[in-house]
């Protein structure tokens, strides 16, 4: 390995060799000898603002990175939300809150509708119910009645047959005392008158054969009515048949008209309860309040915090110097999903309201519950 | 009005974007034709310059590596000039003046330190070739540099030539990782938009030729850069390639000209490092704000989006990034980025390992780390920069002023 040491000192070029003749670009000037009074100027102000850019940088960054570390492990900040009227939250929750309303007061009158027909119903059954055993008492009675009769008559109508049966040979032998009145009267046996007569008497006898004949029918008819079950019986079975089918569709109707009166009463009773909460609701409050109200939301992992009574802080630059400016007021359970006011995220948490002393806190970035940040 | 004003910001951000990636890959793969067409039986006189400032034995690697060179030893020097460096570079200068006689190596030292740029403007005094090839003294360079880079010049309206850079420790840690694939990308893709039409806004002073003439006329401006009386002696391959372009001259980076350089392999360096990029980039846009006026119907209208549009890029971002945290400060535990970047560095390191395998990297993975390099870069180095321009700290160099022991060379 050989050292450069003991290398003999090359000279450097003493005098280089002559350069061309040259001539300067129009935009460019020789170098001042000193520096002119305006580059003196200028470069005091451009260190002046430099460092004061460099500091201000310096001092951005490093509270850029202590707000983002203080926020993600902080857990006592809540988000002051001012509501307006004309908030789209409060107008959106006022027409749903108006809509309920409006189909509260709808279901209302249906349930009283459905109550009154559910009445009228049930007074309708009542009757139909009251009338089937009448009518059942009727048959029966009936029945019995056509049990006792029927077989007389069927005693009767025996009896009938045989009398008219004796009847139709007397009339057989009347044929004989016609032909024989003629014969007396071509004989002039008998007079034209008495001739008329007698076949006038003759002629009755054979006319209550024929009525006879006629009852004895009817009487078949009636026994036949009184001892077997007839196209008669049969209408009243079906009229009762009808009765029974009318009382089990009133009986479907009002099982569901009961059904849907229930329903009907739940939802109201849902409704009542949906608009009770509502009204606890900020945007409720917000909407009908006569004066400002003051809201916050307050992130999950500080609910612990969030109590009513708790005191709220606010500071200057988020952070420090704080100051007592109210109490909690009220705490909404209902989940609100907003965006973190430094990490601009999505985060899920609930509401409070605030009572403010110094309302102007309520346009802070943030606040703080129950104690100082930093303890000052 | 806030909203507008972000989306047009991400607007502006997108179209940077989509131009400068989408519009590289579109031109690199279905328009080859863009590229120069290279002359090698060009071989004029060159002169390599080679400013150093506390570089110890890495300068002696690095006249090596010329010494390597396979352009025509009688056409080209080398003029190390050191910028009385507090180390024992200038003497491994020497020692490599007396090694490679090869080539023609001469040295000179400044009577004071004056910074990179008029180092190079002092070497220039020693020259009297056609092509001046200004190179890093910590670079190692390939054989066919200088050629690859001279023969860029049978275009007769070029002016300017860059070489690639790569990275010769891309395996040290996460930091040279993501530097291994930032530095690819650049000259693969980002700046191809900028090669079509020959307007490359920035080519690397790792690697950097210009026509002699050219750069003597440009000289006086070099000495002359000051800001508000400071002399200005960072950023000067970004000023000369400015200045090229300003002269109605085209640049180009010739990705065949390869040179390896050794990145930060720390992020303090690495932080120095990018806030001087960062200091020459508002810098350079103020100066074309400045001059932009003068110049605008002179220049193509890609040359000027370039000029202007990209060094927005800096301060757009730091925009958008503040407005990201003031109105969505958890966007950036989102891990889309992670997953974008992870994303890139697969297809890359696949890219790398094929096409230069040198630069292959063992942890590609490790490129998700540029998230948070990314949020330091756009949040930090933005605002330093614009308060702290009156700063001549080249910050990557700084040594105590003392004289190290000189090691052995090989």
Known sequence: ?376 | MAPVLLWLVMLLCLLISVVKYLMGIILKWSFPSANIRKDYSLQPTVSVLLPCYNEGKTVYETIESISRSNYPNHLFEVIAQDDCSVDDSYRWIQKAQQDFTNIRIRSGRNPVNCGKARTVCNALQHSTSEIIISIDSDCIFHPNAIRELTACFSEPNLGSVGGRVGVRNPNDGIVTTIQTIIYYTAFQLYKIPENWTRSICCISGCLFAIRRQLLLEIEPAIRARNWFGIPVNQGEDRFLTHQTLLRGYGTYIDNDALCWTTVPNTLSVLFKQQLRWRRSIVRDLFYTLRTLPRHVFKLHPNTVFHLVLIPLGAIVALLVVLTMLFTDPLAWVSPTPLIGYLGVAAIFTWVISKYSVKETLSHPLAFGAYVGWSLVSVLFLTPLALCTMDSADWGTRAKSQQEVELGNPQ
Not at chain 1, 149 to 165: A, C, F, R, W
Request: charged share 25%.
């Open chain 1, 1 to 376: 390995m050989a050292t450069l040491n003991n290398l003999p000192e090359t000279q450097p070029e003493a005098t280089p060799q002559q350069a061309p003749e040259r001539v300067l670009a129009p935009d460019i000037k020789p170098i001042p000898k000193g520096q002119s009074l305006l580059h003196r100027t200028v470069l005091t102000v451009y260190r002046v603002f430099a460092i004061l850019a460099l500091y201000a940088v310096l001092i951005g960054i490093v509270s850029y990175a202590f707000i983002m570390g203080f926020y993600a492990v902080n857990t006592t900040w809540a988000a002051p939300v001012i509501l307006s009227d004309s908030d789209e939250k409060s107008l959106d929750f006022l027409e749903k809150l108006v809509t309920s309303r409006q189909t509260l007061e709808d279901l209302k009158v249906d349930v009283t509708r459905q109550q009154s027909s559910l009445s009228e119903m049930t007074k309708h059954r009542g009757s139909l119910i009251s009338l089937d055993p009448e009518l059942q008492h009727a048959i029966d009675r009936e029945r019995a009645h056509d049990k006792v009769t029927g077989p007389e008559l069927v005693t009767l109508d025996s009896q009938k047959i045989k009398d008219n049966t004796t009847t139709q040979q007397v009339l057989q032998e009347l044929e004989q005392t016609e032909a024989q009145i003629r014969k007396d009267l071509a004989a002039g046996l008998i007079t034209k008158a008495d001739a008329d007569t007698q076949l006038a008497a003759l002629n009755q006898s054979r006319d209550a054969y024929t009525d006879s004949k006629i009852a004895e029918v009817l009487l078949t008819d009636t026994v036949l009515d009184k001892t077997t079950r007839g196209t008669k019986s049969l209408d009243v079975l079906e009229k009762q048949a009808e009765l029974r089918s009318e009382i089990a569709q009133i009986d479907v109707a009002i099982n569901i008209a009961a059904k849907q009166l229930e329903e009907d009463n739940r939802q109201v009773e849902r409704l009542r309860d949906a608009i009770a909460t509502a009204k606890q609701s900020p945007y409720y409050l917000n909407a009908n309040g006569s004066k400002r109200l003051y809201f916050g939301f307050v992130p999950y992992d500080n609910q612990a915090d969030a109590k009513v009574g708790a005191p709220i802080y606010d500071c200057y630059l988020n952070v420090i110097l704080c100051r007592k400016v109210g109490i909690v007021k009220q705490i909404f359970l209902g989940e609100q999903i907003v965006t973190h006011p430094i990490f601009k995220t999505q985060v899920r948490g609930l509401t409070i309201q605030m009572d403010l002393s110094h309302p102007e806190s309520a346009k802070s970035k943030t606040v703080f519950l129950g104690h100082k940040p930093l303890l000052f």
